[in-house]
Structures are given as structure tokens and as C-alpha cells.
């Protein structure tokens, strides 16, 4: 009885920590954010990003960082937090500019801490294991890498000529996935490797994953005006949008147990968003830029991606 009673304690202090970090400190930089302008918009946005796995990192440690055998990685998520609060400190007192903070985070700390992370989950069997059940999820990967580009069509079907030429410059893009790999890791992380598991136990795994696509969703005010621009309209885009990647992204890390292949999949979801020519206004969501086709193409991923909930892992 005992022994429960300290887990369950020990449980509520993890939720405590990665909920006042990935909200409490998201929400509160946010905020500052919008009064000073201190940064940019993108630069608050990978900020944000590092956050839940720096809360869960933070929880794990707390836990037991003896037997964290992910500690390495705990403490390189937890370390470049601390670098980059205190860059944010110096660019707030002055002693350093805006674009001196933005080309250190971007072409410094963010792919040290990227290569840091791959490097040790590569020598990791553990959880962060980069090689496990790819193939379990190829077809799947196949179905929701045609469905964006089936998506990115719909969105600009207006134009008189798509280019896609971009398509030969896909490989290359990826590429720089691992020097990016920490921030979309760090989303996926914390949403799908620490919160998806117990929204699933307490509500089921299909309104638990729609429960969390919301969460993750509000988690994102701090950028709703200064990156999406947000109105009525844009905002119940932004949700349904959100909402349907959780329910893929759900799906198949419940199918492959790989953090890594949701961030692959949430890197691929950023670069489908501006790769089309007429996507140059895609993080504006307000009645001025909103089309019609853009409209539809939000309709047609959440009915598509929907359409996973009736398959036998969300039914288990």
C-alpha cells in the first residue's frame, strides 16, 4: 500500500514538472514575448518545441537519475533549456541583439544539440532506439507522406501552374532533419512518448488522442498571433489540423514504439507547409489570406487521417 502511495506521488510530481515546464514556462516566455518582442515569432517557435521533452527529461531525472538509462539524452535536452533561458536572459538585458540570438540558437546550439541527441540515441537501445519497426510503418509512412502532397495539390488548386520541381530537392531537405532533429523530437516526446500513453489510459485511445490533439493545440497560443495570425476562422482550422495529425502521428508510434519516426513524420508536416509555390502565406490563418482550397485541404487530411481511428490499434 505503501509502495503505491509513493508511486502515485511520484507520478503527480512528474505530471506537475512537465506541465509547468511545457506550459508554465511556454505560456510565460510567450507573454514576455508579446509585450518586449525580444525575438522572433520562428525563434519563439523552436523554443517552444524543445519544451515538452525538456519537461519530461526533467521529470525523468527527478524520478531517478541513476537509472535513467536515457540520461544522457535527459540531461542534453535539460542543458540546452538552461542555454537558451539564459540567452533569452542576455537578449532581454541588452547585452546581446536579435540576430545574434537567432543565428546561435539556429546554426549553434540547435544542431549540437540534435547531433548530441542522435549520437547517444544511436548507441541506446532503450526507448530513443532510432532503428526500431521503421519497416513495421512504411506503407503507412508511403499513405501520409501522398496524402500531404495530395493535400498540398487541393491547396493550390487556384494556381494556373504547380511546380514540382521541389520534389527533386527532397532528399536534401531531410537532410537536414538531423540537424533540426531536437526540436521535433522535442515535441514528439513529450506529446506522443510521455502524454499520449496516459490520455489513452484515463479516456481510450481514440478520445484520448483527440484530447490530446486540443491540448497540443493550446499549447500553441503563445505563437497564435505572432506566427499564424490567427482569427475565428484560423483557429478552428488550427484545431482541426491538429487534431488530425495527433490521430496519425498516434497511430503509428502506437505501431512502431519510435519517437523518432513521429519527429520524421512532424518534420514532414512543417515542410509540406511551405515546400508548394502557394504556400507562401500557409502560416496565416485569418479571413485576408484564408482560401477556399485551403479550406478544403485542412477538411480533406482530418477526414483522411480520421479514418485511422477505425483501425484495429485504436480499437485494442
Known sequence: MLSDTNSR???IKEYFLFFTVTYGVCWSVGILNYCKKFMSGDLMA???MTLPATGVSIAKLYRN??????R???FTFVGCFICFIVLILFRIRGIIDENFLEMFICYILLPIESVLILIFALLNEGEFNFGRNWKNVKWDLIIFIFTLIAGGIISNAGMEFIDFSFIVT???NYLFFFLQGAAFLGEEYGWRGFLQEKMQRKCGKKIGVIFLGIIWEIWHMPIWFSVYHVDGVGLALRF??????AIIIGFVYMKSNNIWVCAFMHYSINLFATVFPGNIDS?????????SSGVVEVLFLFVV???FLCTKYYKK
Open 283 to 291: 502560416y496565416n490563418l485569418n479571413v485576408e489570406h484564408i482560401t
Open 240 to 245: 482541426l489540423s491538429t487534431m488530425s495529425f
Open 170 to 172: 527532397f532528399p536534401i
Open 65 to 70: 537519475v541513476n537509472k535513467d538509462e536515457n
Open 305 to 307: 487521417f480520421s479514418l
Open 72 to 74: 544522457k539524452i535527459h
Open 46 to 48: 523552436i523554443f517552444m
Open 9 to 11: 506521488s511520484r507520478n
